[in-house]
């Protein structure tokens, strides 16, 4: 079945014949509310345009029950031995009634669909559905109806649908004369088929193109649970930069804590942290400071046999001055590089010969 039309719908009948004009109807809630020849005003109700019948081949096969595109590829197969234009020419649509388990199969020229809704587009129409004229009468169980449409007769059997002309009407019916449909009851059957169309030969390629609606009440509930992630996260972040916060200050006043301890009692406190440095460097001295520049000394004199230091001094600037007594002069040699072996720079002075021993000073150094 195909799309469901409600009251309010313009029902436009396209002309048969070249000089023909075009002709519509108005279904309200009540029936047909209105009539009339032309083009009905614009007034956003949506359109269902009716196809001259004898534009329009009707077909009934039992094709599978699978998505439209797989029906349509079956009917095109079944239409292609029944057709002698080309296939690449025509448009096929295949519907489905309430009755019947054969579906009915519009075949109608590719160029034709294309003229029609070109036509209508350019006097501001776009129909919801195009149904061929004949599917606008019941399906009879047998025989044959038939009914006026304003002046084109198109007749309707149990597989059947095609224009009510003289001399073909007999042919295709085999002499069976057509039920001709009252008025009343014509109308009744054009609002049963205009409300749940049995074939729409809008499909494929000639589908009507709707733009997505945009539900305005989904927006602003999305729109609403993004404040609400993002004020989440904020938040979050918020909590842990506090808590990073917190956590730095309690750092802080526990190093300043130790580094009070660390200071001589009765000395303010201003820097608590550079106090300490200064009072280490006071301490330890400069450089590498007094003991670990007198253990690289003393390490490199007990390397070489027969040297003694006799004297020994340290200054503010990391400086240790040392008098060297060896027994030669390349014990001299010896511990200083034995000395920057260890990484520190070595400033010799001028050594004497005294009584068989010779001294002189090294001045030690941190790079």
């Not at 070249?18 to 047909?32: E, Q, S, T, V």
């Not at 019916?173 to 009343?184: C, E, K, N, S, Y």
């Not at 303010?268 to 520049?293: E, H, I, K, P």
Request: net charge negative; charged share 20%.
């Amino acid at each position: 079945m195909g799309r469901s039309f409600v009251s309010d719908t313009n029902i436009l009948f396209l002309p048969g014949k070249p000089d023909g004009g075009y002709r519509w109807l108005r279904i309200g809630a009540d029936g047909i509310a209105a009539r009339g020849e032309g083009l009905p005003q614009a007034d956003g109700c949506p359109s269902i345009v009716i196809v001259p019948a004898e534009d329009v081949t009707l077909h009934w096969a039992s094709l599978p029950d699978r998505s439209v595109a797989q029906s349509i590829a079956a009917a095109r197969a079944l239409v292609t031995e029944a057709s002698a234009a080309p296939m690449a020419e025509l448009h096929v649509a295949v519907g489905r009634e309430e009755t019947g388990d054969e579906r009915p199969i519009g075949v109608v020229s590719t160029a034709r669909m294309r003229h029609w809704l070109d036509e209508l587009a350019s006097a501001g129409v776009d129909p919801e559905a195009m149904i061929p004229a004949p599917m606008l009468l019941p399906r009879p169980e047998t025989g044959f109806v038939s009914g006026d449409l304003g002046g084109e007769g198109v007749v309707r059997g149990p597989a059947t649908g095609f224009a009510d002309e003289p001399g073909l009407t007999d042919l295709v019916t085999g002499g069976v004369a057509p039920v001709v449909l009252p008025r009343d009851a014509l109308e009744q059957a054009i609002i049963a088929a205009v409300a749940a169309p049995a074939l729409d030969l809008r499909q494929g390629n000639f589908a009507v193109r709707r733009r997505a609606a945009i539900d305005w009440r989904r927006v602003r509930r999305i729109g609403w649970l993004v404040v609400a992630i993002l004020s989440v996260t904020l938040l979050t972040s918020l909590v842990q930069i506090m808590q990073f916060g917190f956590s730095a200050d309690s750092i802080e006043r526990r190093a300043d804590m130790l580094a009070r301890q660390g200071l001589p009692r009765g000395e303010s406190v201003n820097d608590a942290g550079r106090q300490l440095d200064a009072r280490l460097a006071r301490l330890r001295g400069g450089g590498l400071g007094f003991s670990q520049t007198a253990a690289v000394l003393f390490s490199a004199i007990r390397a070489v046999p027969g040297s003694e230091v006799r004297a020994l001094s340290f200054d503010a600037d990391g400086k240790l001055r040392a008098t060297l007594v060896t027994q030669s002069e390349g014990q001299i040699n010896d511990v200083k590089r034995q000395i920057e072996a260890m990484g520190l720079i070595v400033e010799a002075g001028v050594f004497e010969a005294n009584g068989g021993r010779i001294s002189g000073q090294f001045t030690l150094v941190a790079p």
